[in-house]
């Protein structure tokens, strides 16, 4: 297993739409090579999801781990490390909700994002069963961050207004309200 090196937004892989990822495929070496390797960046960088367009691979895979269920959106459901292959996202409550978003691929910056905050996922896990979630709240975002990747999108392109992007000092220093604690740092 290896760290594999994030790309930066630039990179065209994270403006393509990924392909689905080979279902015969599920649970092969390249397979597990592959979620082992997005295990171990995930955790060199810091991160709470990663897609695998981030590595520079063009599947529809995501991997999310929530450890530490206080962010500065207060307790959120801990997720352990989990994979997501070919997953749909459907809306069942459109109305939004807003969080600042960071991304791995866009370092040091953060940005206000409103959306839905009720939606159901399906998706096939590790073992290539199909599965069904709703998600609300902050998850509902983290999922829909994560999910965008494999659809050529990052958070950057949903910013409700170009003011309210902002590098972290900045953001820390003027838009972090002073109720809440230490941000978490929601990369992903
Ligand atoms: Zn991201």
């Excluded at 649970?27 to 960088?45: C, I, K, P, Q, W």
């Excluded at 959306?115 to 998706?123: A, D, F, G, L, M």
Aim: with cysteine; hydrophobic share 40%.
């Amino acid at each position: 297993m290896a760290v594999r090196n994030v790309v930066r937004m630039g990179h065209p892989t994270l403006r393509q739409v990924a392909e689905p990822y080979p279902i015969g495929e599920i649970g092969s070496a390249d397979f597990l090579e592959l979620v082992g390797d997005m295990r171990e960046t995930l955790h060199a960088y810091g991160g709470i999801g990663l897609a695998a367009p981030q590595i520079d691979v063009g599947y529809q895979l995501a991997v999310i781990e929530i450890e530490n269920a206080m962010t500065r959106y207060g307790e959120v459901e801990t997720i352990p490390f989990s994979v997501f292959i070919n997953p749909v996202v459907t809306v069942i409550s459109p109305d939004p909700a807003g969080y600042w978003e960071g991304c791995l691929s866009v370092p040091g910056m953060m940005g206000f994002v409103e959306r839905p905050q009720h939606i159901e996922i399906s998706y096939l896990d590790e073992s290539g069963l199909a599965c069904k979630r709703q998600l609300t709240g902050f998850l509902a975002t983290v999922f829909q961050h994560e999910f965008d990747h494999l659809q050529g999108r990052l958070y950057v392109d949903r910013l409700k207004d170009p003011s309210l992007f902002a590098f972290e000092d900045e953001y820390r220093a003027y838009h972090l309200t002073e109720d809440v604690s230490e941000p978490a740092r929601n990369n992903e």
